[in-house]
T-cell receptor, first 114, second 116 residues
Framework: SQTIHQWPATLVQPVGSPLSLECTVE??????LYWYRQAAGRGLQLLFY??????ISSEVPQNLSASRPQDRQFILSSKKLLLSDSGFYLCAWNTGTGSYEKLFFGSGTQLSVL | AQSVTQLGSHVSVSEGALVLLRCNYSSSVPPYLFWYVQYPNQGLQLLLK??????LVKGINGFEAEFKKSETSFHLTKPSAHMSDAAEYFCAVSDEGGTSYGKLTFGQGTILTVHP
């Protein structure tokens, strides 16, 4: 069976510090991988998606970056966090190219930038 | 551009009462529509989805939703609420066509509270 791991579950970081959130998927190969963010009072916003190793598409300009060093590993990073980076970050995966394909989500990381 | 509006960030019902969570969308193409649920301390799970065909879609845990094109709505219902239904619910829309991968546009979420 497939599983998705996302860590850490919670993170408190000072403004200006770096960030690294990691997501790994098990039990499948060549998944599409996604990073979503939910800011307080707002819907989930797609930040990045990747259809293969080293292939990253950014949906919105921001202070964050993503990398996919391995087939089933997706990393969200920042060199210097801003207060506005606070939010709930979710990693997700699916297979195939259809936009109807079911997404499987990780349990999320609650990031507080102080 | 697509958008999703969920009316009511918080909905409270009594156990056994009807659950109705509202979702309206805008899309320039025929949409795929989804409802996801997030239980406390868990990731989102797919409840149900509409792609084509029958407009009344049944999902897990007794939930169903009806796609109404004329109203651009996809409201989620359950005839009788259970305490275990307490969670946050997200409506989402995606372009038809198979070219946009899993790029869903989500609503802001509705927290459902069920009281005895």
């Amino acid at each position: 069976s497939q599983t998705i791991h996302q860590w850490p579950a919670t993170l408190v970081q000072p403004v200006g510090s770096p960030l690294s959130l990691e997501c790994t998927v098990e039990g499948t190969s060549n998944p599409n991988l996604y990073w979503y963010r939910q800011a307080a009072g707002r819907g989930l916003q797609l930040l990045f998606y990747s259809v293969g190793i080293g292939q990253i598409s950014s949906e919105v300009p921001q202070n964050l970056s993503a990398s996919r060093p391995q087939d089933r590993q997706f990393i969200l990073s920042s060199k210097k966090l801003l207060l506005s980076d606070s939010g709930f970050y979710l990693c997700a995966w699916n297979t195939g190219t259809g936009s109807y394909e079911k997404l499987f989500f990780g349990s999320g990381t609650q990031l507080s930038v102080l | 551009a697509q958008s999703v509006t969920q009316l009511g960030s918080h909905v409270s019902v009594s156990e056994g009462a009807l659950v109705l969570l509202r979702c309206n969308y805008s899309s320039s193409v025929p949409p795929y529509l989804f409802w996801y649920v997030q239980y406390p301390n868990q990731g989102l799970q797919l409840l149900l989805k509409y792609t084509t065909g029958a407009t009344l879609v049944k999902g897990i845990n007794g939930f169903e939703a009806e796609f109404k094109k004329s109203e651009t709505s996809f409201h989620l219902t359950k005839p009788s609420a259970h305490m275990s239904d307490a969670a946050e619910y997200f409506c989402a829309v995606s372009d038809e066509g198979g070219t946009s991968y899993g790029k869903l546009t989500f609503g802001q979420g509705t927290i459902l509270t069920v009281h005895p």
